[in-house]
């Protein structure tokens, strides 16, 4: 004490006169020397038992991360293959796909960039729908509907059309025996309504004459002859045009053709591997094919086939309704589609997927729709467009992180009511793990299905008769980038939903406030009910 006074009067006694004369300086000298003699303050008293519930919390939060980080590394990350029900049917349709891959290199035999006319012309005769090819002259369209003919073996039926053609020339002449009996019948063997297999060329040049029984023809397989109503065996009859129809007469005949194809010159890289061929005489003679895979009758089944044993999920009818409130809401001029053809694109892709060995129609099929709907020349691009932007939206991604915000707050509100009714809590808490649990089942789906596709560099599109190699490569460029985020962020999702499953499991161990020190972005987010994509 003594020791402290005099180090103080040392310090006065040491001060320059001009130093006392200000009041405030001394004051703050004195304040200073005081302090510094004091010393620093001591530290805050800590409450009994704060630091070890501190280092449980802790604690606490770091198991519940190990125990997900481990879950989520034990998660499958390969499809499981699941052995059909049916095996003599799947066999069946596997024989099938094979034969129509066999039927499609036989139809591109010595023909370049004609890929997907090829397809689309096999994939029309197994539908029973009609294919327009509309292009410039000497594109071949007429050679592929005589290689249709050829490959399936059945009768064949081909005439070019003019403003002033008659009935006669498509479906045959006056009989003379039955107008010598009053009966105004045609004969027509060797004409359009005996054909299996039919090429009509500048189609659009029908005249009202031909038209109303063309149409009841193509549409319905019958033929009035007189007066009786005859079916006509017809699979399938390629329509060709050098431009597309003016007048509004003709939209019904537009209509009849599920499958448009606008057929483009060769490329300057088609055309040097045409010129090999032409060159060693492969573009000359008659075409003969090497085999004959599929059969009249194979051609006339499927479909139905198809229609009994192909699911068409939720997700494809969604896309479809949204995509036909597309076209003709939302795109300027707007693209008209007849429920008739809507109806139709369900069986076409039912078709396609069954020709492809597949029990179910894919999100993917339906890029094949890009030939079915469409009025006028680009409408394939808005289709194309739109598939693949939903295919690569991901909406279930949404949905689950909505979902899993949902039960991460009720999660937080229940392990903080500590006086709640035990019964009650515990009914709310094991909710939760079933909610949980299920997000973590959708999502480690949804992961094996985009690791797979990424992986697999689209196997469910190689897996597909009906797309080229060109086409996957197109629709690859465009997925894969979005596929590739949207693995991400399941990924990212999956861990959290983990996490809060992990922490369920332990919640008599969790104190108030411990799940948002868990996961503080979620609880701000909660707090705000704002879910970030």
């Known amino acids: 004490s003594t020791m402290r006074v005099q180090g103080v009067s040392s310090a006065r006694s040491s001060t320059p ?31 009994a038992g704060e630091d070890t519930a501190s280092l449980v919390d802790v604690e606490w939060i770091a198991n519940v991360k190990a125990a997900a980080e481990t879950a989520f590394a034990t998660l499958p990350s390969l499809a499981s293959s699941s052995a059909s029900a049916d095996a003599p049917a799947a066999a069946e349709q596997a024989a099938l796909t094979s034969k ?16 997907t006319e090829v397809r689309l012309m096999l994939l029309a005769a197994l539908c029973g729908e009609h294919l327009l090819l509309l292009g410039p002259p000497g594109t071949a369209k007429s050679l592929l509907a005589r290689r249709l003919s050829s490959l399936t073996g059945g009768s064949y039926f081909e005439r070019l059309l003019t403003r002033f053609s008659v009935p ?99 490329t300057p890289a088609g055309l040097r591997s045409f010129s090999t061929l032409a060159m060693n005489g492969s573009t000359l003679g008659e075409f003969v094919p090497s085999s004959n895979p599929l059969t009249l009758e194979e051609f006339a089944a499927c479909r139905d086939k198809a229609v009994a044993s192909v699911r ?29 053809r809507f109806g139709r694109c369900i069986t076409f892709l039912q078709v396609a997927a069954y020709a492809s060995g ?25 289709v194309a467009q739109y598939v693949l932007e939903s295919i690569s939206a991901d909406p279930g991604l949404m949905k ?16 903080a009511e ?16 079933a909610e949980t649990a299920a997000l973590v089942d959708a999502l480690s789906k949804r992961r094996v299905a985009l690791k797979a596709t990424l992986d697999g560099e689209f ?39 983990l996490l809060l499953a992990e922490a369920l499991k332990t919640e008599s161990d969790a104190k108030p406030g411990l799940l948002e020190k868990l996961m503080p972005r979620r609880a701000k987010q909660y707090a705000k009910g704002v879910a970030t994509p």
């Not at 009509?200 to 040049?205: A, L, P, R, T």
């Not at 003709?328 to 001029?333: L, M, T, V, W």
């Not at 890009?370 to 680009?378: D, I, K, S, Y």
């Not at 689950?400 to 392990?415: K, Q």
């Open 418 to 433: 500590e006086a709640t009714d035990g019964a009650k809590r515990a009914e709310n808490l094991e909710e939760l793990r």
């Open 459 to 497: 196997p469910s599109m190689r897996a597909s008769a009906w797309f080229s190699a060109t086409a996957i490569a197109s629709a690859s460029q465009v997925l894969a980038p979005a596929m590739q985020e949207n693995l991400t962020k399941v990924e990212m999702l999956l861990q959290e939903v």
């Open 312 to 340: 068409v999920p939720d997700s494809v009818i969604d896309l479809l309704c949204d995509l036909r409130e597309f076209l003709q809401d939302k795109c300027e001029p707007p693209v008209y589609v007849s429920d008739r």
């Open 168 to 266: 006669e020339e498509l479906f045959g002449p006056l009989s003379l025996a039955g107008l010598e009996r009053g009966v105004y019948v045609r004969e027509v063997e060797g004409y359009l309504p005996t054909a299996e297999v039919a090429f009509v060329d500048e189609i659009f040049k029908a005249n009202s004459a031909i038209l109303n029984a063309l149409l009841t023809l193509l549409n319905e397989r019958l033929f009035d002859n007189g007066s009786a109503r005859e079916k006509v065996p017809l699979l399938c009859l390629v329509g060709a045009s050098n431009e597309m129809p003016e007048s509004e007469e003709l939209d019904a005949l537009y209509d009849r053709f599920l499958l448009r194809r606008h057929v483009r010159q060769l």
């Open 358 to 382: 597949a029990d179910e129609v894919s999100e993917y099929d339906c890029l094949l729709l890009e030939h079915v709907l469409g009025n006028r020349q680009g409408d394939e691009e808005k």
């Open 17 to 47: 006169a001009v130093g006392r004369r200000g009041g405030c300086f001394r004051s703050s000298h004195r304040a200073h020397t005081v302090v510094a003699a004091r010393g620093p303050a001591p530290p805050r008293a800590r409450k």
């Open 400 to 415: 689950a992180e909505l979902s899993f915000l949902g039960s991460f707050g009720r999660a937080c509100m229940t392990v």
């Open 100 to 115: 129509v891959r066999e039927a499609t290199q036989v139809l591109e035999a010595n023909l370049v960039e004609r890929e």
